[in-house]
T-cell receptor, first 113, second 113 residues
């Protein structure tokens, strides 16, 4: 089955800095890569996703890049703000007919004012 | 639409007790799944369903049962609760295709004494 590794587990930045979270996956057939944000005590919510036919996608201050050859994808947050503080999860799905994503273990992002 | 709903929000059980966590969605989604979230472990798949009458095991199915008699409902049963099942449980649903967004319920925080 699919295996998703996510790094780092904790990331601490100053307000205004950029943050980068990286994930690798094992199944070359995976074709959909969503990112979820989970605030304390809340449910995970989709913030951005990318499909395997696209190398990069941006949405205001967040962007995701995908390298299919190396089987890794990354989340980039620019001009971080305290409200960006949360746990971020990457996921991969679609390989071999599976419709259920496999999640990374999460990154706790702390943005200091 | 209410989206994905879960009840109860909080539950305390004694070892050996049984209970059912409820999950319902009103979006006519085909795929539904149950995850447990433990600190540092991310979201681990317990069971999932690709349609009414069809269920399958995920990564950590032991001690849990599911059924899917209708498209809307996907209850999770704990047969004989153990302290190792103390966790936050999330139900999620996806419309149909592998690249569709997964929507999460608000979660159930379960403590087993």
């Amino acid at each position: 089955g699919e295996n998703v590794e996510q790094h780092p587990s904790t990331l601490s930045v100053q307000e205004g800095d950029s943050a980068v979270i990286k994930c690798t996956y094992s199944d070359s057939a995976s074709n959909y890569f969503p990112w979820y944000k989970q605030e304390l005590g809340k449910r995970p919510q989709l913030i951005i996703d990318i499909r395997s036919n696209v190398g990069e996608k941006k949405d205001q201050r967040i962007a995701v890049t995908l390298n299919k050859t190396a089987k890794h994808f990354s989340l980039h947050i620019t001009e971080t703000q305290p409200e960006d503080s949360a746990v971020y999860f990457c996921a991969a799905k679609g390989g071999g007919g599976s419709y259920i994503p496999t999640f990374g273990r999460g990154t706790s992002l702390i943005v200091h004012p | 639409n209410a989206g994905v709903t879960q009840t109860p929000k909080f539950q305390v059980l004694k070892t050996g007790q049984s209970m059912t966590l409820q999950c319902a969605q009103d979006m006519n989604h085909e795929y539904m799944s149950w995850y447990r979230q433990d600190p540092g472990m991310g979201l681990r798949l317990i069971h999932y369903s690709v349609g009414a009458g069809i269920t399958d095991q995920g990564e950590v199915p032991n001690g849990y049962n599911v059924s899917r008699s209708t498209t809307e409902d996907f209850p999770l049963r704990l047969l004989s609760a153990a302290p190792s099942q103390t966790s936050v449980y999330f139900c999620a649903s996806t419309r149909t295709r592998a690249t569709d967004t997964q929507y999460f319920g608000p979660g159930t925080r379960l403590t087993v004494l």
